[in-house]
């Protein structure tokens, strides 16, 4: 019996979309949006950040130094203030709530930099969790299995017990490998509520 559902963050319960953020900072060129696009989002540096090896300004430093002087601005802002304003996956709050009131335990599972502790607050149902894990902290990584591993003793939860949610086929298969039931969203609320009634979850289609 499923007691308990993980979700992931970005892209889940909240939109990481890098073309809105570029276009938030006023990059219109297309040449600059791609080199931009390549050495923040797609960096190493970005990876660091997330296993918690570097934090968020000294990541933003390193990526401003391999970019022409006029964008530098640019880099700090993609790094430091892509979360203003939160972009909320629509439906999602709503199901939250209902798995919360419906007595199953919510937890949060993401790949993350350090700086996910200032904006967590304002992901809406954030308040809802009872506990979230946080890559950084751990120095771990989904797909990795000892994240899932680490999730689960943390809160003394068993596998079987629970189902994760994620964007990334990757990160699901590795907690479908650690042996915990999931499922890959696909930005569709409507589906993923159909997905969990398969397994038995209570929620309203």
Known sequence: MIKNIIFDMGNVLIYFNREI?????GVTDPEDRKLLLREVYLSLEWSRMDRG???DEEAADIIARRVPERLRRQVHQLVNEWDRPILPVPGMEDLVREL??????IYLLSNASFRQH????????????YGTLISADVHLVKPQPE??????NTFSLKKEECVFIDDSTP???????????????HDDVCELRRKLRELGIQCCP
């Open 21 to 25: 953020f570029l276009d938030r900072v």
């Open 53 to 55: 090896s570097l934090s």
């Open 100 to 105: 919360r009131v419906n007595g199953y335990g």
């Open 118 to 129: 200032v904006y967590w607050p304002r992901v809406p149902a954030a308040d809802l969790f």
């Open 147 to 152: 994240i899932y591993e680490l999730l689960c």
């Open 171 to 185: 990160n699901v298969e590795g907690a479908f490998f650690t042996g915990m039931p999931a499922i890959v969203f």
